[in-house]
C-alpha cells in the first residue's frame, strides 16, 4: 500500500510550497509507508524523475530534493512494497516516459496479470517488477491507440471489468491533462487502517489543483467518490468526472 500526492500549480513551485504547512503531516505518513520516495516534475516533453528505495523522512537527498526542485505540476509517492516485490529503484514509483508519469497505490492480482494486454514496444520499456509499472505501460498502451483521456479511461474501465485488485487508486499527468483514479475495495485495506484509508481527496483553486491520499490535514479538500475518474485540464483546470 501506498500514498499518492500530486499538483497542477498556474506558476512554478516546489511542492512544499504549493502544498503549504500541512506538508509535514503529509511526509510523516513516509514512516509507515517506507520502502521508497519518488518524485517526478513536469519539465515540458520529458519529466523530471527523482526516486530512491529510502524512507522519505530520513532521507536527506528527499529533503534536498522536494525543497529545491520546482515544476508546474508533479506526483509524489512513499511506496509501501506488496507481498513477495523487492524494495529496489526500479520499483519505486513514480514510472515516466516522455510527459506522461503515473503512481498508484494497490495490487493487481495476480501481479503479471495485465503482462498480456501490453503492447510489445512498451513491454520492452520495463525495467522492475511490480504489478504498479505493467499498469502504467498497459495505459500507455491504451494512450498510444485512442489519445489521453480516452485511453486512461478505457484501460481504467477494462481492469475494473476483467482483473481482480485491492486498489487502482491512481494518478497519471502529462503536460495538459492530470488524472485521478478512485477505484478500490474498502474491505483490502490494510488491517490496521480506518475505513477512509483508500480516499482521495483535491483541492482546486486559483492557484491550481492538488491531490493527495488520506491520513494527514486535509481540511476543505473535497472528496473523490469511489468509482470515479476526475479529469483535470490543467491550462483552463476545467474539471470533469467520469463514473466507473
Known amino acids: 500500500m501506498?500514498?499518492?500526492?500530486?499538483?497542477?500549480?498556474?506558476t512554478q513551485t516546489t511542492i512544499p510550497a504549493f502544498i503549504g504547512k500541512e506538508f509535514a503531516e503529509f511526509l510523516e505518513l513516509s514512516e509507515v509507508h517506507n520502502d521508497s520516495w519518488g518524485i517526478a516534475l513536469d519539465g515540458g516533453d520529458q519529466t523530471q524523475l527523482i526516486k530512491k528505495p529510502q524512507t522519505a523522512?530520513?532521507?536527506v537527498e528527499f529533503s534536498?530534493?522536494?525543497?529545491?526542485?520546482?515544476?508546474?505540476?508533479?506526483?509524489?509517492?512513499?511506496?509501501?512494497?506488496?507481498?513477495?516485490?523487492?524494495?529496489t529503484q526500479q520499483n519505486a514509483h513514480p514510472f515516466s516516459i516522455g510527459d506522461v508519469s503515473?503512481?498508484?497505490?494497490?495490487?493487481?492480482?495476480?501481479?503479471?496479470?495485465?503482462?498480456?494486454?501490453?503492447?510489445?514496444?512498451?513491454?520492452?520499456?520495463?525495467?522492475?517488477?511490480?504489478?504498479?509499472?505493467?499498469?502504467?505501460l498497459y495505459l500507455l498502451t491504451q494512450i498510444n491507440e485512442l489519445g489521453f483521456i480516452p485511453g486512461v479511461v478505457k484501460g481504467i474501465q477494462e481492469i475494473k471489468a476483467d482483473f481482480k485488485y485491492s486498489s487502482i487508486n491512481s494518478m497519471?499527468?502529462?503536460s495538459e491533462f492530470f488524472i485521478v483514479v478512485s477505484e478500490h475495495d474498502p474491505v483490502n485495506k490494510p488491517d490496521w487502517a480506518d475505513d477512509v484509508y483508500y480516499e482521495l481527496r483535491?483541492?482546486?483553486?486559483?492557484?491550481?489543483?492538488?491531490v493527495a491520499s488520506s491520513g494527514w490535514n486535509q481540511e476543505g479538500w473535497q472528496l473523490l467518490n469511489n468509482h470515479e475518474i476526475l479529469i483535470v485540464n490543467r491550462d483552463t483546470l476545467k474539471t470533469e468526472i467520469v463514473k466507473l
Open 202 to 210: 483535491y483541492r482546486l483553486d486559483d492557484n491550481g489543483f492538488a
Open 57 to 59: 523522512k530520513k532521507s
Open 64 to 87: 534536498q530534493a522536494i525543497n529545491s526542485e520546482s515544476g508546474q505540476g508533479g506526483l509524489l509517492h512513499f511506496r509501501w512494497a506488496s507481498p513477495g516485490l523487492p524494495v
Open 172 to 174: 497519471i499527468l502529462n
Open 2 to 10: 501506498c500514498r499518492l500526492l500530486g499538483f497542477s500549480a498556474k
Open 102 to 136: 503515473f503512481i498508484h497505490n494497490g495490487a493487481l492480482s495476480p501481479y503479471e496479470t495485465l503482462l498480456d494486454s501490453i503492447s510489445e514496444d512498451l513491454l520492452k520499456l520495463r525495467t522492475g517488477d511490480t504489478d504498479s509499472e505493467l499498469f502504467f
